[in-house]
């Protein structure tokens, strides 16, 4: 089975840059687009990347993703930190099936 | 607007069969680049893809749920039903259903651009 793999938490100050990763366990995640959600507590996610590095209307130009195929990783990557970038990020693909998979979900702090 | 809502039990007893029914509006199921998902979310862990269907009823299911799951749609009432049988209290969680878009080529799937406000499902006797 197709997973993704995403560190726990991360923190950092505001102002800096924070890279958030995903690693594919098999096969090549540049296969099927990546996708990355924000989710704030209570409330459903919100798309912040899709089709790998396209940002949605509406999200500042702060959010950026990338794939690395050499490490069949993907990464999401927020400039200047602010208190309300705060929140659960979910990396999302799909498998060879179409079938939706979403990583463990990386806690943000910005202290 | 694209408005997508979860409708269905708060509480199942363990081994009852839940249904639950996500009514949309703004989009028509007949669209041929839109599908809708059902994704949960138990208390404090992560999101879980459930299910996903589309216009020409292609269906796709977890391949860890499949023996449980039915997902269908009713394209003149703008709804998509999930149905879980042999409900657990591990099965408690907010279950989403969200939307789903393929790219311009009509080929890859792309990202849950909305999202209804979630139901929270609790499987207690």
């Known amino acids: 089975n197709f997973m993704l793999t995403q560190p726990h938490s991360v923190s950092e100050s505001p102002g800096k840059t924070v890279t958030i990763s995903c690693t594919g366990s098999?096969?090549?995640?540049?296969?099927?687009?990546v996708q990355w959600y924000q989710q704030r507590p209570g409330s459903a996610p919100t798309t912040v990347i899709y089709?790998?590095?396209?940002?949605p209307s509406g999200v500042p130009d702060r959010f950026s993703g990338s794939i690395d195929s050499s490490s069949n990783s993907a990464s999401l990557t927020i400039s200047g930190l602010k208190t309300e970038d705060e929140a659960d990020y979910y990396c999302?693909?799909?498998?060879?099936?179409?079938?939706?998979?979403f990583g463990g979900g990386t806690k943000l702090t910005v202290l | 607007q694209v408005t997508l809502k979860e409708s269905g039990p708060v509480l199942v007893k363990p081994t009852e069969t839940l249904t639950l029914t996500c009514t949309v509006s703004?989009?028509?199921?007949?669209?041929?680049?839109?599908?809708v998902s059902w994704i949960r979310q138990p208390p404090g862990k992560a999101l879980e893809w459930l299910a996903h269907?589309?216009?020409?009823?292609?269906?796709s299911y977890s391949t860890s749920l499949k023996s449980r799951l039915t997902i269908s749609k009713d394209t003149s009432k703008s709804q998509v039903v999930l149905t879980m049988t042999n409900m657990d209290p591990v099965d408690t969680a907010t279950y989403y259903c969200?939307?789903?878009?393929?790219?311009?080529?009509?080929?890859?799937?792309?990202?849950?651009?909305?999202w209804g406000q979630g139901t929270l499902v609790t499987v207690s006797s």
């Open positions: 969200a939307r789903i878009r393929r790219d311009s080529s009509g080929y890859y799937l792309v990202d849950f651009d909305y």
């Open positions: 703004g989009f028509s199921l007949s669209n041929a680049r839109m599908g």
């Open positions: 269907i589309f216009s020409n009823d292609e269906k």
């Open positions: 098999s096969g090549s995640i540049a296969s099927n687009y």
């Open positions: 089709e790998d590095n396209q940002r």
């Open positions: 999302q693909s799909y498998d060879s099936s179409n079938q939706g998979v």
